[in-house]
Structure formats: C-alpha cells, structure tokens
C-alpha cells in the first residue's frame, strides 16, 4: 500500500531505534537502495533525505526510515516496510508512508466536538445547551440533596426542571476549593485570618453554604466572589495596624543633655 499518512488524529512519534535486529538480507545496502528508491517515487519532486535507521518490524520485514523533506512535514520520515520471504526470493516493498520522528510537528490529541468548549469561552449572544444527560443536573422532582432547593421548589409548587445533583455539587466544591479563592491561593496563605471570621463574608444557602460564601466588600479581588470558608485577605472586617513611628526609633544609648562634670586632681599639688 503506497500513500502518506493522515496528519490528524493523534500520532505516535516512531524511533529509529529497533528492539531486534532485522535478517541481514532487510539490512543491507540492497534494501537501503531499493526503500529509498520506493520513498523518491511517491516523494515525487520532494527530496529524500538521509537514511536515518531501521526497525525490524518481525523475522521477515523491516522498516527503513529516511528524512522527509516534505514541505509542512518539519521532524517526519519516509518510512518504508521491506519484505523478504526467504533465500532465493527477491525483497519486496510492502508499504510507504509518512510517519513522525521523535521532534516532529503533530496535530493535538482529537477531542470531540462537543468536548471542545471549556470555561470562559461562552461569550455575549452564545447559546451552550447542557446535554440531556448531565451528571451534574438531576430532574427536578428527585430530591436534591440539597434542603434549601428543596424548599423552594415546594414553595412553587414542582420547582426547576433540573436541579443540582450531588455529583453536581461535589464538582463545583471542588473547583471552587482549588481556585484562586481557595484556602491554597497565594493571597489566602498570607492573609492575617480567614473569612469565616470576617463580617463581610455572606454564607450561601444550601449543603454548599458549609464551606463557601460570597465576599461583600468592594475592596477586595474577591468581592462578588464564591469564596472558600479558610481564603482570606488583606481586607479582613477585624485586622489592625499597629500604631506608632513607620521606621523604628532605637532605645537612646547616650543621654548628652546631662554631662557630669568631675574635678581633675594633679598628682603632687
């Protein structure tokens, strides 16, 4: 089979490196010449470059690698899989393709479509649908794991359509524990205490409402923010600055207002 290798989808960098060495007969000059000579014909005008090694693929066929001066292909090989069925029978070329080399340039890891959106890329006027099968979402009229949502949705009579399931719930304490006001960011680990302590600090109804609330004060990053129960900031309802002289004054060693005065005696008057 002859033809180059499709360039999406993930793919494997190949190593010139064999884990056994081929039969002599798929090694020496006669198969270089005649993998390259394979190689050039569906290079066409394209330039084949050095041969860079070869990998013995099982006891009857190898595959010799050469650089590809492909344009678009920077790193990739010619890669061409020889075939010996045994002394007295002439090699054959079973296939030639592209393949890439250890620093070659590959498409990313395919990711299907409809994976493809991830936080912050919904902007103004963009629709994004949940799937019918969320496992954050639950029907409406299952209970939520969640007393406050249960109550409200009595109080309406059925409630939402789809609530918040526990796997739901799980997921954004998790998110929002790690992020940047979680109780292991940078501003949280230097903050004199945490927000469970601050008066601006407003708990959010629900299970959810153990571990997070909203930062109410407009000084803050974090105002308007989900915030954790242990982040904390600078801006904290009860911190206090110390008073007194900003660069520090050191004890007077040496009071010169006072001066003793003492008589000098000489020795023999």
Not at 195 to 207: D, E, K, L, N, Q
């Amino acid at each position: 089979m002859h033809g180059a290798a499709q360039t999406c989808g993930t793919i494997h960098p190949v190593t010139a490196t064999p884990t056994r060495q081929p039969d002599p007969a798929l090694a020496d000059p006669a198969a270089v010449r005649l993998a390259r000579a394979a190689a050039q014909e569906e290079a066409g005008a394209e330039r084949v470059g050095d041969h860079v090694g070869t990998v013995a693929e099982d006891p009857v066929s190898a595959t010799h690698l050469f650089e590809a001066d492909h344009a678009g292909y920077q790193g990739w090989n010619w890669a061409v899989t020889v075939a010996f069925a045994g002394p007295g029978t002439p090699l054959s070329v079973s296939e030639v393709v592209l393949l890439p080399g250890d620093d070659a340039l590959v498409a990313p890891e395919w990711v299907p479509w409809h994976e493809r959106v991830r936080a912050g890329d919904l902007g103004v006027g963009d629709l994004l649908p949940t799937p019918e099968d969320d496992p954050r979402l639950a029907p409406g009229y299952v209970g939520s794991d969640d007393p406050a949502v249960e109550e409200v949705a009595l109080e309406v009579g059925l409630g939402r359509v789809r609530v918040l399931s526990r796997e739901g719930v799980l997921d954004a304490a998790q998110r929002w524990h790690g992020g940047d006001f979680g109780p292991r960011s940078e501003m949280a680990r230097s903050a004199p205490a945490h927000c469970g302590t601050c008066g601006f600090y407003t708990r959010i109804a629900g299970s959810l409402g153990a571990a997070f609330g909203v930062c109410a004060n407009e000084m803050t990053p974090a105002d308007g923010q989900v915030v954790h129960v242990e982040y904390g900031c600078g801006a904290h309802s009860e911190v206090e600055v110390e008073g007194g002289p900003l660069v520090p004054v050191a004890e007077v060693v040496y009071d010169d207002a006072v001066l003793d005065v003492e008589a000098n005696v000489e020795s023999g008057k």
